[in-house]
Each structure stands twice: as structure tokens, then as C-alpha cells.
């Protein structure tokens, strides 16, 4: 009987995509530059890189990813950029990019980019090519740059916005003069660069018009801007101010209007709107574009809309977001005609002022310019303060320098003027602030006025440590001295003795944090309420 041994050989084939390398890095896409991009003497080229295998992989000085992108035609050139930190887990992806590329010649040309990386298992994925094109006809118009969205009918020299969408029926309409839902409320009535004026019916803005319908959720409609650079300004970013129509929605209508900053194929969303910021007329908006350092175009796309609800933008302008530091007004000392507090010769205080940041963009140095006195007889000075000023903060700011009412002061009063300097201001018109202040000329300190009432004052005012409270009687009386602060609390309460005329108490503020408060001092049935300041 014979035996027969049957062996068996299984041979296996790697048969691409259906098993991955343990390491396959990919170029996955072309990020930038793709498509009609603006001209820019410093763009940032991008890809997308992506770990195709099935373990992590990391990048080290002794194993590095290198990208690099060589462009041909117009633009040619050869640029790299070496990652040599980091992991990336598999199937995520990493945006590589390489900054600083010279892009603003016109014409065609086509990136080419391609990785190396040692151990890389699957080279047929490395590189991936895109073309693109700077036009000429594509130059970056400067900042400040406005759009009105002049009405149709009316010549203009170049209108610079392109309209772009994914259905003919859903497009955005320039120079438009009426909605076409507007009798049912739904959309504006009016341009509101001329609203109230005769002009009001034949005014233009933009306006993308929405439609009853399901099948309008997924459509899109863009609205882009000519290309301008979108780098910080003087060290601020980039603001975009505009007026919107965003209709109140009833039933089950919707929509979104996002608002984006970028070149050809790539752009990145800087802010989004929806119902949730709905009006019932026009109403300015601000946003800036943040982290943004290239040339680029701002584009409007409305999306998402559900019924019929016409989206309208108006009056855009794009500038240097600067701050807009307000100053509200000169806390102390009080003008003349908010206290009836007497000042006298000789007398010193400090300048405190009220500054409130009413921009998007925080400040953190400023100067403080000072003008105190009468007539030709005036004395200028400026303080450099500091301080971090978040959009919304309101600061105190005490001045350093104390001030002094000379001798020969006028009887038509004393000035103080101050005024906020930073070097960008969104607004010049509300940086100043004045006060007069009411002196007695022909007395020197308050033990010397011929006054039955209850006076006192602090002194000096802003107090750094000590304080002298100066308080002048009708009569022999005791008197009771409260010092709240402006939240309320009691800080000191003092029940002191006191003859006619002039009496005076050292006060030790050292401990009470710096800011405003309240003293009241009630004696003879009176109560004089005087303000305080302790900057330390």
C-alpha cells in the first residue's frame, strides 16, 4: 500500500488598498495654492498629509517628514519644510505648511508637492500636483476699503464682487433695490446708506433671495470680495464692518450667512450667523479676522435656507481693526457744575479719568495728556500708562503728576483737559475730556471761607498711604465720619470731635485697595459726601 504526502503551499499577494503598509504616509491634498488665487509676494503653501498604515508614526531630528513643493511655470520654484517633532496616529491627518512664498506674478503654474520619509512603505502616494492662476485682472485693492453696493442703473467705474452659487435660482443680487418679499415683511424696504431720504426706494445693497422649497437646504450662494490683504494692521487684525437684513424667521424658516477669509479653493470661516441674530431692520455688525497673515478674498455664503427669507448685507467695509479707547469722562476732579465743592489756592490733586474700551481688540499701552490751568497760563504734560484693556473694560486711571492751583489763578475758573492717545484709534472723537473748576480766588484753604455750611476735603486725593481729611464746622459739634466703597462696604467709621472752623484728621488708607469710594461726614445736622481715591 503506498502513502502518498501532499504538501500544500499558500502563497500570499499584497494586492494594493486591500492591505495597508504598516507605514504609508500619503499627500492626501492640496490645500493652497488651488484654483484662482490672489497675487500675494508672501502666501503660505498647504497640503494635507495623511497616515494611510496601520500603526503611529513619529517624526524625530534622526527620521524627519520632508515636504517639499516645487512649482512650475509662473511662480517656479523649489520649498521644503521639515517636520522633525511630533506623531501622527493612524488615518490622521496633519496640515503641513510652507510659509513666506513669493505667488504675485500673473499666470498659470502648477505645485507639485511630495514627501520623503524613511520607512515609508508605499511611495505610489507621495506626491499629488494642482494647478492654479494669479490674474492680473486680480490685484489687491489697499485698506480702508469700502462696498455700498451702488444701485443698478447708476455707472460705476469697476464693480470688483463676483457671485457665485450652486443653483441659478439661488444667487446673490448686487445693487439691488427692494426685496422681493418685502411686502410680506420678510425683507428690506430699503438701502440703508440713503434710509430716510428721497433716495430711499432706488438705494442698492446685496441680497440673496430665498425661496419656499425643501431642496434650498443644501444650496449655497457666494458673494466674494477683490482680493486685499487681510495681514495685521500696525500690530491689530484685520475688522470687517457691515450692515445686515437678517429677517426674523417664522414657522420653520432658516438660514445661515457665513462670513469667510481665503484664496481659490482654501477659506476659513471667521464667523457665522443665523437666526439667533435676527433684527427687524438693518443693523450694523463687527467681527475680525483673526490669525489670518495673507492675501485673500471675504466671502459671504448663505446656506442652509429654509423658506422664504431674503438675506441682505450692506455698507461693508474692511480696515485696520483698531482699538477705540473711550474716555468716558474725568471722575475727579468734578467739574463746577456737578458739585458744589469750592476749591482754593494752593490746592493739589491728582487727574483721575474713566476709560472704557469700546472696540474688538484689546490696548495695552497708552499716554495721557494733560492740559491744567487758565488762560495762556497752562501747563502740558503727558504719562505713559501700561495697562491691559480687554474690548469692554472700563479702567480708572490716576495720574502720577500731582497738579496745583497756583496763586494766580482767574476768576473765570481753572481747566483740566485730558485726553487718551494710543497709536491707533478707531475713533479720535472720544478721547478728550474737560472739567472747570470752581475757585475761590480770595482764600487760601477752607478755614479761611466765610461759610455757616459743612465743608471738608481730602487731600491729597488720589491718597497713596496717608490722607489728610481737612473738615470745617459751623459750630462746636462732633462729627461722624463714614467711608464706604462704591460696592457699599464700610471701610472706616470714625466719630471725631470737633470745634468751629477747621479741624483736621490723618487718615492711614495703606490698607483699602485702590479705586473709588464714598466718605460722608454728618455733623449739626448736616452731611457733606465727598469722593475718594486711593492708587497705590
Not at 469 to 477: A, D, T, V
Request: with cysteine.
Amino acid at each position: 500500500m503506498k502513502h502518498f504526502r501532499f504538501v500544500l503551499f499558500i502563497v500570499l499577494f499584497a494586492v494594493p488598498g486591500l492591505l495597508a503598509a504598516q507605514c504609508d504616509l500619503a499627500v492626501m491634498q492640496i490645500v493652497h495654492p488651488v484654483g484662482d488665487v490672489c497675487p500675494d509676494y508672501s502666501a503660505t503653501l498647504k497640503c494635507m498629509i495623511l497616515n494611510n498604515g496601520d500603526s503611529p508614526v513619529s517624526f524625530s531630528a534622526a527620521n524627519p517628514l520632508t515636504v517639499q513643493a516645487a512649482i512650475t511655470g509662473t511662480n517656479q520654484g523649489v520649498y521644503t519644510q521639515t517636520i522633525q517633532t511630533g506623531s501622527l496616529a493612524p488615518g490622521a491627518t496633519m496640515l503641513v505648511t510652507i510659509p513666506a512664498i513669493d505667488l504675485s506674478d500673473s499666470g498659470s503654474f502648477t505645485t507639485q508637492f511630495s514627501l520623503t520619509y524613511n520607512g515609508d512603505g508605499n511611495p505610489d502616494n507621495n506626491s499629488l500636483s494642482a494647478g492654479a492662476n494669479t490674474s492680473s485682472l486680480a490685484p489687491s485693492v489697499p485698506l480702508p476699503y469700502s462696498e455700498v453696493f451702488t444701485p443698478m442703473g447708476i455707472e460705476v467705474p469697476v464693480f470688483e464682487w463676483q457671485v457665485s452659487s450652486s443653483n441659478a435660482n439661488y444667487q446673490w443680487q448686487c445693487g439691488v433695490g427692494a426685496s422681493p418679499h418685502a411686502s410680506t415683511g420678510l425683507g428690506p424696504m430699503h438701502d440703508h446708506t440713503v434710509e430716510g431720504t428721497y433716495l430711499e426706494a432706488c438705494g442698492g445693497y446685496a441680497m440673496v433671495v430665498g425661496a419656499n422649497g425643501h431642496l434650498n437646504y443644501s444650496k449655497w450662494a457666494a458673494l466674494l470680495s477683490p482680493c486685499m490683504s487681510f495681514r495685521p494692521q500696525n500690530g491689530y487684525p484685520v475688522q470687517v464692518n457691515f450692515y445686515k437684513y437678517l429677517p426674523i424667521p417664522v414657522g420653520g424658516q432658516a438660514y445661515e450667512l457665513i462670513l469667510e477669509v481665503g484664496s481659490g479653493s482654501d477659506f476659513t470661516p471667521i464667523d457665522t450667523l443665523t437666526a439667533a441674530n435676527a433684527s427687524a431692520d438693518w443693523e450694523q455688525y463687527q467681527t475680525l479676522v483673526q490669525d489670518f497673515f495673507t492675501v485673500g478674498r471675504l466671502r459671504f455664503l448663505a446656506t442652509h435656507h429654509v423658506g422664504a427669507v431674503d438675506l441682505a448685507v450692506d455698507d461693508i467695509l474692511v480696515h485696520a481693526g483698531c482699538p477705540d479707547p473711550d474716555l468716558v469722562g474725568i471722575v475727579y476732579p468734578e467739574d463746577k457744575n456737578q458739585t458744589d465743592y469750592e476749591w482754593h489756592l494752593g490746592d493739589t490733586f491728582r487727574i483721575v479719568t474713566a476709560i472704557t474700551n469700546n472696540s474688538l481688540v484689546p490696548f495695552h499701552e497708552f499716554q495721557m495728556n494733560y492740559r491744567v490751568g487758565s488762560g495762556m497760563d497752562v501747563l502740558d504734560t503727558t504719562e505713559t500708562f501700561i495697562l491691559d484693556v480687554n474690548p469692554g473694560d472700563t479702567v480708572l486711571i490716576t495720574s502720577n503728576i500731582l497738579f496745583q492751583i497756583p496763586v494766580d489763578v482767574p476768576s473765570y475758573g481753572f481747566e483740566c483737559k485730558a485726553t487718551i492717545v494710543t497709536d491707533c484709534d478707531a475713533d479720535q472723537f472720544n478721547s478728550s475730556k474737560r472739567v472747570i473748576l470752581s475757585v475761590n480766588i480770595d482764600n487760601f484753604g477752607i478755614d479761611e471761607v466765610e461759610d455757616s455750611g459743612l465743608q471738608a476735603v481730602v487731600l491729597p486725593n488720589p491718597a497713596r498711604g496717608e490722607a489728610i481729611l481737612r473738615y470745617r464746622l459751623p459750630e462746636s459739634s462732633d462729627a461722624e465720619l463714614c467711608i464706604r466703597s462704591v460696592q457699599g462696604r464700610e471701610m472706616m467709621r470714625r466719630l471725631l470731635p470737633g470745634d468751629i472752623g477747621e479741624n483736621r484728621l490723618i487718615m492711614d488708607v495703606s490698607g483699602f485697595p485702590a479705586g473709588l469710594y464714598l466718605y460722608t461726614l454728618t455733623s449739626c445736622g448736616r452731611t457733606f459726601t465727598g469722593k475718594l481715591f486711593v492708587a497705590h
